[in-house]
């Protein structure tokens, strides 16, 4: 099976000219927290069955590390829908 790569999508695209299942915005850092940690979880999978070790661990980091800002973020009382930062 002969397949060509795509082009990364560019870092800096504006989130309405990107492809994907991403979330309407505007998030809250809860919300935004909530969707990355199940985002990772579910490529971290993907890349285990496909035996991309080091992407699997990385994401496993990211999931890690969201789900931390999760538990943080439901402490504070982050409130849905506000698209505070910092």
Known sequence: MNQKAREPVPFDTAPE??????PEQPLSPLEAASFIEGMAAEL????KATQLNALAYFLEM?????????????RTGSKPGSAGRG
């Not at 971290?44 to 890349?47: E, G, I, S, Y």
């Open 44 to 47: 971290r999978l993907m890349a």
């Open 62 to 74: 990211v999931r890690v590390e969201a789900s931390g800002e999760v538990v943080r973020l439901s």
């Open 17 to 22: 000219e990107r492809e994907g299942d991403v």
